[in-house]
C-alpha cells in the first residue's frame, strides 16, 4: 500500500509561480509512473502530467501547453510540479497518483493509477 502526500498549493496571482510535491511512503516508489490530476469545482478530473517511473516525461496537454513540468527525486520518494505562468484557468484541486507499471493502462487515464493523495487546492487570483 503507497500513501501519497501532496503539499504547495496555496494561492497566487496570475502570472506567478508555484510548485508543489508529492511524497510517497510505504512501497517501492521507483517502481511506478507517477502522474498529476486536478478537478476545478464543478468539472471532470484533468490530466496535468506524467513521469515514467525512469524520468521520461509524458507529452504535455494542450491545457498545460509547456507551462509546467515534472521531476521526480525517487532518493527522497518525491514527484514535483513546477507551475509557471498561472492563470485563473488553473485553480483546482492537484493530485498526485501512482501508475503500477507492470500492468496495462494509459498514463492519461484516471481510472488506472493505482493510488492517489489526497490533493492540495492551487487557487489563481486575477
Known amino acids: 500500500q503507497v500513501q501519497l502526500v501532496e503539499s504547495g498549493g496555496g494561492l497566487v496571482q496570475v502570472g506567478g509561480s508555484l510548485r508543489l510535491s508529492c511524497t510517497a511512503s510505504?512501497?517501492?516508489?521507483?517502481?511506478?509512473?507517477m502522474g498529476w490530476f486536478r478537478q476545478a469545482p464543478g468539472k471532470e478530473r484533468e490530466f496535468v502530467v506524467a513521469?515514467?517511473?525512469?524520468?521520461?516525461?509524458?507529452p504535455d496537454v494542450d491545457s498545460v501547453n509547456g507551462r509546467f513540468t515534472i521531476s521526480r527525486d525517487n532518493a527522497k520518494n518525491t514527484v514535483y510540479l513546477q507551475m509557471n505562468s498561472l492563470n485563473p484557468e488553473d485553480t483546482a484541486v492537484y493530485s498526485c497518483a501512482a501508475f503500477k507499471t507492470d500492468k496495462s493502462g494509459s498514463y492519461y487515464v484516471a481510472e488506472d493509477y493505482e493510488y492517489w493523495g489526497q490533493g492540495t487546492q492551487v487557487t489563481v487570483s486575477s
Open positions: 513521469i515514467s517511473k525512469s524520468g521520461v516525461r509524458v
Open positions: 510505504g512501497g517501492a516508489f521507483s517502481t511506478y509512473a
